[in-house]
């Protein structure tokens, strides 16, 4: 055992947003700092001696991003020495989801830009934040199947297409569309609102639906499995 | 931001065992040093400067109770402040699965005893090691249904029965045995031999079985799914 430990600990967060025209995307600061100074990279930093993780999570992103996460979960803890080129940092990472059109997003503090990147076209990054994003894809692809948690990417009204659309950006594949739909609506905690899409071009227009959260915590209490 | 700080960086391990006799089990150390002295805890400690966090989990284990894992797994990092009594300690815990039998246990170091303790009589334990066990068992029960690593836990050669009283064990609850062995039979992993199980009263004794790992490993590539 080491008598005198120099080992710093940081959090990151691999944000996600998702929006129709844009897909699956993750939150991202180009830093303004050395080391990779103009590199792009999650947003995250040093956890505050008196601080929780989670609190130090959401003070980050609100610093760096102007963000503030709903959704935020635990991912992994990386810390593999040599990982940072300066010391020893464990990273203790968190995953969150976030609708876009939320939020203003805006660069400060040890970010000199932030920007919504598709998980498709992320740019070359620093540390190992590759590493951290593909090990949240993975942790996202593996519980939107059984855990309804794509409703806090969607809009609080959307298009059954929406959600489909939203499955296959996420799990990066087509889905059986007509399985998936008779499998959700089986579910019960999706409701039909009387309002109509708005399309844009000629069609029928279908009715939004809305995700109802109290009739899912019931379900979910009565220990019902919403595997996909 | 802090500027300075003051947070050590520890790994505590859940080191699950099994036997028939005892049942699931936690391996725990009893304290040599403050805080806490006399109270049995999780074997662990800080992580050394140079030193993975997965080779500090092997050390500690090596050094309090004389035991080395095969099957290690990260579970959760508890930063709480306050839940270490002198200064903030965040752990990065781990789970692991061992055959009892396999070791001699030897407490050394920090540790003045080490013992197996059946899953549901842990005694009181130091800072929250309890909510550390209570995850890591959450997380067997989760992973033991679509993941066969209960074989970690087993003899290289055992009565079907003795997988049953393992399911058992760790779910916490009886299991429908008919289709338990039409499940697991099916996935292709298991293979009878042709040794007799050594019976204590009478009756007809039944083939050992053994797992196939590279059977396993060849389905796992073939996108088997092995939900139970």
């Known amino acids: 055992m080491p008598t005198t430990q120099d080992i710093k600990v940081a959090v990151d967060a691999v944000v996600f947003g998702y929006t129709s025209k844009e897909g699956l995307s993750v939150l991202l600061i180009k830093r303004n700092i050395d080391p990779f100074k103009d590199t792009w990279a999650l947003p995250g930093g040093l956890v505050g001696n008196d601080e929780s993780l989670e609190d130090a999570v959401q003070r980050e992103l609100k610093e760096e991003t102007g963000v503030s996460i709903n959704y935020l979960e635990q991912l992994y803890s990386f810390g593999q020495p040599g990982r940072d080129p300066r010391n020893r940092v464990i990273s203790i990472t968190y995953y969150g989801l976030v609708k876009p ?13 932030v920007e919504w990147f598709n998980i498709k076209r992320i740019p070359q990054l620093a ?7 593909a090990a ?9 199947l059984y855990q309804p948690i794509g409703f806090e990417l969607l809009e609080e009204r959307f298009p059954f297409s929406e959600l489909e659309k939203l499955y296959m950006a996420v799990l990066d594949r087509s889905i059986d ?28 227009p ?4 809305c995700f109802n959260q109290q009739k899912y915590f019931q379900l979910q209490k009565e220990g019902i499995n919403f595997e996909i």
Chains 1, 2 share one sequence.
Do not use: M, S
């Not at 059109?101 to 830009?113: G, L, S």
């Not at 279908?206 to 639906?209: E, I, K, R, V």
């Open 101 to 113: 059109d939320a939020f203003q997003i805006e660069a400060a503090t040890d970010a000199a830009e």
């Open 127 to 133: 540390f190992d934040h590759e590493d951290i994003i």
């Open 136 to 144: 949240a894809h993975d942790r996202l692809k593996n519980k939107i």
């Open 177 to 204: 569309r007509r399985n998936f739909k008779k499998k959700v609506v089986k579910f019960g905690f999706l409701e039909e609102t009387d309002e109509k899409q708005a399309l844009a071009g000629a069609g029928r």
């Open 206 to 209: 279908g009715n939004l639906f």
